[in-house]
């Protein structure tokens, strides 16, 4: 017997959509235009755009219509990707875009209303437009206290703030310390750069201010980067005496300081910032993917005076500047409050993530911050992750071992799950799944009580 009517009909438009003769944001005839345009029922073809929907290749978007997906895209929070390979992603962290598709409508009609909106189609100052400056400092003083925008850099993205600090401070071959679990974007950036990795120990990505006084002491270092608030992968926040000792210890050696806070705002009672407590020495690089949209591209670095001209330089030539539509659109969220309540949300959202990975995990060896849409299990004594690895995947799920994220040639045996883009109901399954795999690998499951 073939393929149902529907079926066939969805096959059809789900090769045009794969192949990319319909292209992403295409609108699709309604359910009637399209009966009548393939001499169907109505409930055929409403049926047939159920299935492909089902598929993820479609949305529907109440009052506009239906419209093809952007494939190429990573899922995001409540959409998962069913088009490609059925597979659940653990391993790229989404957090979920808290500006959804009305918020960005929105603000792009205001934009649309502002005066002088040709001045956005012109080259920007490198280090963007003073007023957005200024309300992006405003909007740090908070948690960072008075920030000189004069010092905040606006660039395209957090990655695009390290990116430039590596171009414009380091030659290659100059040394960094970090932790031995970090943000593998930064090793990317340091190994394209010809920079030397220097690991530092620590405990739950809390770096050790004695073991980096060690290294120094054994070679030139020239800088440290860390993640004080809210690190990744661990999750960790440093307290107050740590942060004194080390920057202690970046003075003695005169080392620069770079402190990332891509995830800072989930800690709600950061203490002191490193950038507040050496401004002379420290570059601070932020972002608003994981607290607005990871597709907006924008971040900021707040660097000592002394060194923003390099940067701009840096800025120039990479990107020239940030797009001014987006500074603009970003900087109109943080006024109207957007920003102050998707961050908010986020937190929320981790929160009750995180609850339900700790009781369904079961385990007091988890590492993670109480917000985070992520969590690092540390597998048992003599457990490898990768078969760990591969059995996930045999399941269905996607999840990292520790090897993205060592500076270390022994790496830790644990897993990396990253499940802020998971859809809230699909969460406890996946969790479930993930503590009946590591129970079925043997070693792996004596993380779980
Ligand atoms: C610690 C850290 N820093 C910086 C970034 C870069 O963020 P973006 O370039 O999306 O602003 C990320 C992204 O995952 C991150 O985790």
Same mark, same amino acid.
Request: proline share 6%; charged share 25%.
């Given at each position: 017997?073939?393929?149902?009517?529907? #079926?066939?009909?969805?096959?059809?438009?789900?090769?045009?959509?794969?192949?990319? %003769?319909?292209?992403?944001?295409?609108?699709? +005839?309604?359910?009637?235009?399209?009966?009548?345009?393939?001499?169907?029922?109505?409930?055929?073809?409403?049926?047939?755009?159920?299935? &492909?929907?089902?598929?993820?290749?479609?949305? *529907? /978007?109440?009052?506009?219509?239906?419209?093809?997906?952007?494939?190429?895209?990573?899922?995001?929070?409540?959409?998962?990707?069913?088009?490609?390979? @059925?597979? #659940?992603?653990?391993?790229?962290?989404?957090?979920?875009?808290?500006?959804?598709?009305?918020?960005?409508?929105?603000?792009?009609?205001?934009?649309?209303?502002?005066?002088?909106?040709?001045?956005?189609?012109?080259?920007?100052?490198?280090?963007?437009?003073?007023?957005?400056?200024?309300?992006?400092?405003?909007?740090?003083?908070?948690?960072?206290?008075?920030? @000189?925008?004069?010092?905040?850099?606006?660039?395209?993205?957090?990655?695009?703030?390290?990116?430039?600090?590596?171009?414009?401070?380091?030659?290659?071959?100059?040394?960094?310390?970090?932790?031995?679990?970090?943000?593998?974007?930064? %090793?990317? #950036?340091?190994?394209?750069?010809?920079?030397?990795?220097?690991?530092? @120990?620590?405990?739950?990505?809390?770096?050790?201010?004695?073991?980096?006084? $060690?290294?120094?002491?054994?070679?030139?270092?020239?800088?440290?980067?860390?993640?004080?608030?809210?690190?990744?992968?661990?999750?960790?926040?440093?307290?107050?005496?740590?942060?004194?000792?080390?920057?202690?210890?970046?003075?003695?050696?005169? &080392?620069?300081?770079?402190?990332?806070?891509?995830?800072?705002?989930?800690?709600?009672?950061?203490?002191?910032?490193?950038?507040?407590?050496?401004?002379?020495?420290?570059?601070?690089?932020?972002?608003?993917?994981?607290?607005?949209?990871?597709?907006?591209?924008?971040?900021?670095?707040?660097?000592?005076?002394?060194?923003?001209?390099?940067?701009?330089?840096?800025?120039?030539?990479?990107?020239?500047?940030?797009?001014?539509?987006?500074?603009?659109?970003?900087?109109?969220?943080?006024?109207?409050?957007?920003?102050?309540?998707?961050?908010?949300? $986020?937190?929320?959202? *981790?929160?009750?993530?995180?609850?339900?990975?700790?009781?369904?995990?079961?385990?007091?060896?988890?590492?993670?911050?109480?917000?985070?849409?992520?969590?690092?299990?540390?597998? /048992?004594?003599?457990?490898?992750?990768?078969? =760990?690895?591969?059995?996930?995947?045999?399941?269905? #799920?996607?999840?990292?071992?520790?090897? +993205?994220?060592?500076?270390?040639?022994?790496?830790?045996?644990?897993? $990396?799950?990253?499940?802020?883009?998971?859809?809230?109901?699909?969460?406890?399954?996946?969790?479930?799944?993930?503590?009946?795999?590591?129970?079925? =690998?043997?070693?792996?499951?004596?993380?779980?009580?």
């Amino acid at each position: 017997m073939g393929k149902p009517r529907y #079926i066939r009909l969805a096959d059809m438009l789900s090769n045009a959509i794969q192949d990319g %003769k319909l292209a992403p944001g295409t609108k699709l +005839p309604t359910h009637r235009a399209f009966a009548e345009q393939f001499k169907v029922a109505l409930a055929t073809a409403t049926r047939a755009y159920g299935e &492909l929907e089902r598929r993820g290749l479609i949305v *529907g /978007e109440a009052g506009r219509g239906t419209f093809v997906r952007d494939l190429a895209l990573p899922p995001a929070l409540g959409v998962r990707q069913i088009a490609n390979d @059925d597979l #659940i992603d653990l391993v790229f962290n989404m957090p979920g875009d808290a500006a959804d598709a009305d918020k960005l409508r929105s603000g792009l009609r205001r934009l649309a209303a502002s005066g002088d909106l040709e001045a956005m189609l012109r080259y920007q100052p490198h280090g963007g437009r003073r007023h957005e400056r200024r309300i992006i400092a405003e909007s740090l003083s908070p948690t960072l206290g008075q920030v @000189d925008p004069e010092s905040l850099l606006v660039t395209s993205g957090g990655q695009h703030g390290l990116a430039i600090l590596a171009l414009g401070l380091f030659r290659r071959g100059e040394r960094i310390a970090l932790d031995t679990l970090t943000y593998p974007g930064f %090793k990317s #950036i340091a190994a394209l750069q010809g920079l030397e990795l220097v690991p530092v @120990d620590g405990k739950g990505g809390v770096m050790d201010p004695e073991d980096l006084q $060690r290294q120094c002491r054994e070679r030139k270092v020239r800088c440290v980067y860390l993640m004080p608030t809210v690190h990744n992968p661990l999750g960790s926040v440093m307290n107050e005496e740590t942060r004194l000792r080390l920057i202690e210890v970046a003075r003695e050696n005169d &080392l620069l300081i770079i402190e990332d806070a891509a995830y800072a705002f989930l800690e709600p009672d950061p203490p002191a910032s490193l950038l507040s407590l050496a401004p002379e020495r420290t570059f601070h690089v932020g972002s608003f993917s994981k607290n607005l949209a990871t597709g907006l591209r924008l971040g900021y670095v707040i660097a000592p005076a002394l060194y923003t001209d390099r940067l701009l330089e840096a800025i120039r030539a990479t990107t020239w500047n940030a797009p001014a539509l987006i500074s603009g659109l970003a900087t109109g969220w943080i006024e109207d409050g957007t920003l102050a309540s998707s961050q908010m949300a $986020r937190r929320r959202d *981790g929160a009750e993530r995180q609850k339900l990975c700790h009781s369904v995990l079961n385990r007091s060896a988890i590492l993670s911050h109480r917000n985070a849409g992520f969590a690092w299990l540390p597998l /048992e004594k003599g457990a490898r992750a990768e078969p =760990v690895v591969s059995r996930l995947k045999e399941h269905g #799920i996607l999840a990292s071992s520790a090897e +993205p994220f060592a500076t270390t040639v022994a790496v830790p045996q644990a897993l $990396r799950l990253a499940f802020g883009g998971i859809p809230m109901h699909e969460l406890e399954g996946v969790f479930q799944l993930v503590r009946e795999v590591i129970e079925g =690998v043997p070693h792996a499951a004596g993380m779980l009580e």
